[in-house]
């Protein structure tokens, strides 16, 4: 019996033959996802069918990049279809309960390999039930008027990788802002022209529906994030061993992304944060330019781009491979505290809650400790007090999924299928000081899973794995 995979293989090579194009069996990097399988996309369409009603929902893929770089689609037309083809749209009918994609001819075959492009085989592999010329979408768009239905499209501006919602929407506002620039986000364009074609056509924000489908994870999404985060633990832990002083900055970065690349990731999810000495207290510091020396603290977060999905974990480590005495009392009391944050995460209660109760456990921690600095001190009872009082910082960390800062709703309690990080820091200013630890926590039914664990952080921990040679000496 055939499999779904050489029933698509073959469908694609006759197809090729029959049109007098190279057969759409591409290798390496697909145009259609192998993220997911069909019926996850179709879920999610559907799911969207449910709130939008009787409706349509119409999304736009993202342009053809405009330098000799990889095309990545924009995640929220990624999240609803899998297809990596420049310039596609998106037609979700809630009435009719169908999908439609939209396709413009291929356009490089000749230079970039097989293209996705409009008919039957398209319809296959993608599992979307029409794929039709690009062209026609403005008969359909006609249709919607005529039938004075409402349409629901993205406000927001689209993300891509590398970037999240704060970026891309900062960005859009400063161009249309901009006195010598002045023009409007390609949504905005987009909803104009669409409201200019269809006038009877009432308009509605997508972005909402999506947001809320996105905040909580599949389980195949959560296994994909399990591997980012894998990818993202074997990054740092290469950097770890790569540091030492004399060595630069951006020397552990590299080493880091070697790993990525190794395990078949896109590209970064953000820039490299390796930072180093007085850099430490820049939360988003990369330059990456300065050298690495004996005594320094690294603080170092890093992640990948992985099949559209991303991590994000952070690490401290001391350059030369071991903490001074001053150093490991200042991590050790922040590791504790940090921890004992993590301890009181549970499914069903609420940030306040997890803060009252990482409150009591950071203050018996704090009164057995036994302090020899009275700046650590006071930075140890500065960071649990904004748990004591009840007013964490950054709402203990962020939402994590297809952005490093990913969508996010607003909620009474953690639900389980989040995905989010802690990252709370501790510093002491009047040192240029600063330390930042970061995992990734995922709320379960029961409890919560620390996808990160596996990536050293205790003192003897570290220390052990910095005394293993880096990628430099080991090639």
């Known amino acids: 019996m055939l499999t779904r995979a050489i029933v698509v293989s073959l469908l ?69 279809t899998g297809v990596e083809v420049p310039r596609a749209i998106l037609v979700i009918d809630g009435a009719s309960r169908r999908s439609s994609l939209y396709l413009g001819p291929p356009r490089r075959e000749r230079y970039n390999g097989p293209e996705l492009g409009p008919g039957e085989p398209a ?26 239905r409402a349409l629901f499209t993205p406000f927001r501006a689209e993300v891509r990788g590398g970037g999240s919602v704060g970026e891309a929407t900062g960005h859009a506002r400063a161009t249309t802002g901009d006195p010598w620039d002045g023009r409007p986000s390609r949504e905005a364009a987009f909803r104009e022209r669409v409201q200019k074609a269809a006038p009877r056509v009432e308009l509605k924000d997508l972005d909402p529906i999506l947001d ?13 994030m399990r591997e980012a985060t894998r990818i993202t633990g074997l990054g740092i832990m290469e950097a770890m061993r790569e540091a030492a002083p004399g060595k630069y900055e951006y020397e552990l970065s590299a080493a880091a992304e070697w790993v990525f690349r190794r395990h078949n990731s896109q590209g970064p999810a953000y820039f490299p ?66 921890q004992a944050l993590m301890s009181s995460i549970k499914p069903s209660i609420t940030i306040t809650q997890v803060a009252a109760d990482a409150g009591k456990k950071m203050e018996e921690i704090i009164t057995a400790f036994q302090f020899t600095d009275p700046k650590i001190k006071e930075a140890a009872v500065k960071f649990a007090a904004q748990y004591q009082t009840g007013k964490p910082r950054s709402s203990l960390g962020h939402a994590l999924g297809m952005e490093v800062h990913d969508v996010t709703v607003r909620r009474d309690s953690f639900q389980p299928g989040e995905i989010f990080t802690i990252e709370p820091p501790i510093s002491i200013p009047d040192e240029n000081l600063a330390m930042r630890i970061e995992d990734v926590i995922l709320i379960t039914p029961t409890g919560i899973e620390n996808m990160s664990a596996f990536v050293p952080i205790e003192v003897e921990a570290i220390e052990k794995l910095m005394r293993e040679p880096g990628v430099g000496e080991r090639r």
Do not use: C, W
């Open 273 to 338: 944060l390796s930072a180093t000495g007085p850099n430490t207290v820049y939360s988003h510091y990369h330059r990456g330019l300065r050298k690495l020396a004996d005594g320094d603290i690294v603080q170092f977060d890093y992640a990948p781009d992985y099949k559209y999905y991303t991590s994000d974990v952070s690490r401290v480590f001391p350059a030369n491979g071991k903490f001074t005495p001053r150093q490991r009392q200042l991590y050790t009391i922040y590791l504790r505290l940090y």
């Open 212 to 224: 809320a489908m996105r905040f909580i994870k599949s389980p195949r999404e959560i296994a994909l």
């Open 12 to 80: 694609l090579v006759s197809f090729g033959f029959a049109q007098g194009r190279p057969a759409l069996v591409a290798q390496g990097r697909p145009y259609f996802t192998d993220a997911f399988p069909p019926e996850e996309f179709a879920a999610r369409r559907r799911a969207v069918m449910d709130r939008i009603g009787d409706a349509v929902a119409v999304i736009q893929g993202a342009p053809e990049m405009s330098a000799e770089v990889a095309f990545r689609q924009n995640n929220h037309f990624f999240y609803l």
């Open 123 to 148: 319809a296959t592999i993608t599992g979307i039930e029409s794929v039709v010329d690009r062209d026609t979408f403005a008969a359909s768009l006609a249709q919607f008027n005529d039938e004075g």
